[in-house]
Nanobody, 114 residues
Framework: QVQLVESGGGLVQSGGSLRLSCAAS????????MRWYRQAPGKQRELVAEITSAGIIKYAESMKGRFIISRDDAEKTVYLQMNSLKPDDTAVYYC????????WGQGTQVTVSS
């Protein structure tokens, strides 16, 4: 049974930081491309960042310089360090793992107050 469990969300003031974690089980973690998505109320889900099995990283344009994605294959965990948070970053953040199939976590709420 595949599980992706996100944690680390919460309420933070504008300019603050949060670190999200996504712990995986039931998959060969090291071969999967890991992604963070987010979905704000009334908006479509959008890609935040991805890191491949080879460590190649991509960010959405609006996150460059503020967010850092990383992975620990031994711990089967992917992280998203979010700095200089803005109210527009308020959303549910989802973890995704993709190789032959695509798997999703349940999401963690991030709320940035102004």
């Amino acid at each position: 049974q595949v599980q992706l469990v996100e944690s680390g969300g919460g309420l933070v003031q504008s300019g603050g930081s949060l670190r999200l974690s996504c712990a995986a089980s039931g998959i060969i973690f090291r071969v999967h491309t890991m992604r963070w998505y987010r979905q704000a109320p009334g908006k479509q889900r959008e890609l935040v960042a991805e890191i491949t099995s080879a460590g190649i990283i991509k960010y959405a344009e609006s996150m460059k310089g503020r967010f850092i994605i990383s992975r620990d294959d031994a711990e089967k965990t992917v992280y998203l360090q979010m700095n200089s948070l803005k109210p527009d970053d308020t959303a549910v953040y989802y973890c995704n793992a993709e190789y032959w199939s695509s798997y999703w976590g349940q999401g963690t709420q991030v709320t940035v107050s102004s």
